[in-house]
């Protein structure tokens, strides 16, 4: 894993967002069968060669060096040769952005600097841009991949070196994150952070803290 070098000034607040089933809605079944049909393995077989045995989430946490390392393995795994397009297309194809949850992310980089925070390994980071259009928009740099900061989520020290990289201490940020164990993590290190169901509205999560925020500054001010 390299450092992340940031050399812009630490914004006041901090927005994190998870990406899969806030930002976006991912149904790994489109998924797993579009992997099924190019490689010939059954759903279970496919997860056996690579899922079930921590492959993924190994990823996630930043053991492989780069996204062309992440595909060797995934070939090996496979026993076939997987185009680097066809597993991006595979995986954007069961993508769709939620654009009221998009639009929580507008808001609050009015407030601060806004940034992903999505288990994923570096292949994912390549492609997220291509995958939802709308996250660089919003995103600009800050499309990070778990595997940017060598610790995947509810790892407690992923939090803190992204709260180390931007510059922000966790009681000015918030997080947003469909996995209860994700969010129980992020307020262990001191983060607001807020459990995303089917019936959030994140718009308002974010004016709430945004509101709550001016309030404290307010005092100290």
């Given at each position: ?17 998870d990406?899969?089933?806030v ?42 060096a780069d ?18 397009t ?57 499309l ?11 790892d ?22 469909d ?13 607001h952070?807020?459990?995303v ?25």
């Amino acid at each position: 894993m390299g450092d992340i070098v940031n050399e812009t000034p630490a914004p006041r607040l901090l927005f994190l967002f998870d990406m899969d089933e806030v930002l976006v809605r991912y149904d790994w079944r489109v998924r797993m069968a579009a992997l099924s049909e190019y490689t010939g393995h059954e759903f279970a077989e496919l997860r056996r060669r690579w899922w079930d045995c921590g492959n993924e989430e190994r990823a996630e946490a930043g053991h492989f060096a780069d996204g062309d390392a992440y595909l060797a393995a995934f070939e090996e795994a496979m026993g076939c040769e997987v185009r680097e397009t066809d597993w991006a297309r595979f995986r954007g194809a069961a993508m769709t952005e939620l654009p009221d949850r998009i639009d929580a992310v507008r808001i609050a980089s009015a407030h601060g600097r806004v940034g992903l925070l999505t288990n994923n390994g570096p292949l994912a980071g390549r492609w997220i841009r291509h995958w939802a259009p709308s996250l660089p928009e919003v995103f600009g740099d800050h499309l990070d991949t778990t595997s940017n900061f060598g610790a995947r989520k509810p790892d407690p020290e992923v939090y803190r070196r992204a709260l180390a990289h931007h510059g922000v201490p966790a009681e000015r940020t918030f997080f947003a994150d469909d996995m209860p164990v994700n969010v129980e993590s992020a307020r262990s290190v001191g983060i607001h952070a807020v459990l995303v169901e089917e019936d959030t509205d994140l718009r308002q999560a974010v004016r709430a803290f945004v509101a709550e925020q001016e309030q404290l500054a307010s005092l100290v001010g």
